[in-house]
């Protein structure tokens, strides 16, 4: 069974054996679907996880 996690800075729920790439931030690690995602997180994490409080 897959673990599916959710691409903080687009939305969408990939397993986290497919993700394209990772980021840590404070100690967590976010999946993203693309590279593209990635970047912008990397450039302003607080602006994609206060989405999610």
């Given amino acids: 069974m897959c673990d599916r ?9 990939i397993a986290k054996e497919v993700a ?4 840590e931030h404070e100690g ?5 679907c693309a590279l593209s ?3 912008r997180f990397d450039a302003d994490p ?3 996880l206060r989405r999610h409080l």
Avoid: L, Q, R
């Fill in 46 to 48: 607080g602006k994609y």
């Fill in 37 to 39: 995602c990635k970047n």
């Fill in 20 to 23: 394209v790439a990772t980021s």
């Fill in 28 to 32: 967590k690690v976010y999946y993203f």
């Fill in 5 to 13: 996690v959710k691409d903080p800075v687009c939305g969408m729920k």
